[in-house]
């Protein structure tokens, strides 16, 4: 399986990194080996002295897709979770600078967290459901999917366009604005419309 992350599908996320706005969303994959085994936690890798958390709602793939119509896109999945795309900010602001990929920066081992898995159908509208990240008690980020510039249906079919979809495959739909710094010792909570999806210990 593959993770596919969508970058920039944020107005206010983008303005907080001082990004342009897209014209396309912005694609990046990252490998099954950057699944993180929350029994064990996340500990901040060693080439990185600013992880940050970016908290997501993740959409599960259930059959085989490509040239997907956003149409029959709500087709290809069934399932919907919350996660955290682990970047590497300090070494992706180096890539950047020198026109290099992101992938040590946001692909690296134990870099994606997935939560719990929940039946779309519990939520009346998908492109209106509500989730957060609360760092040591504290809401540190929020969002609502009804905020994306791209919504759900029509990031898989724009995905499926240059990579077939498979069963299994996980879509990460973007992140909100209030990214910040993990540092050991810090607990992680991930809330989809008041439900607890994970809980993390950062070592």
């Known amino acids: 399986m593959k993770i596919i992350c969508v970058g920039r599908n944020y107005t206010e996320h983008i303005e907080e990194l001082a990004n342009e706005k897209p014209d396309n969303p912005v694609v990046f994959i990252k490998p099954d080996t950057s699944i993180l085994n929350k029994e064990q936690g996340f500990y901040i890798p060693d080439f990185s002295e600013e992880v940050h958390h970016e908290v997501e709602l993740l959409v599960r793939i259930n059959k085989v ?110 992140t909100p604005s209030g990214v910040g710094k993990v540092t050991k010792g810090d607990y992680l909570e991930g809330y989809l419309e008041g439900k607890k999806l994970f809980t993390l210990n950062i070592k």
């Open 65 to 174: 897709g490509k040239h997907i119509d956003p149409k029959f896109a709500h087709k290809y999945y069934d399932q919907i979770s919350l996660g955290i795309d682990f970047t590497a900010r300090d070494l992706q602001a180096k890539l950047k600078e020198k026109g290099l990929p992101w992938e040590k920066a946001k692909a690296f081992d134990g870099s994606a967290l997935i939560g719990e898995w929940i039946d779309k159908n519990e939520f009346e509208d998908i492109d209106k459901v509500h989730f957060n990240l609360i760092k040591n008690s504290e809401v540190v980020q929020k969002g609502n999917t009804a905020h994306m510039l791209w919504k759900i249906d029509e990031l898989i079919s724009y995905v499926s366009k240059y990579f077939t979809l498979k069963t299994g495959d996980v879509v990460f739909t973007g």
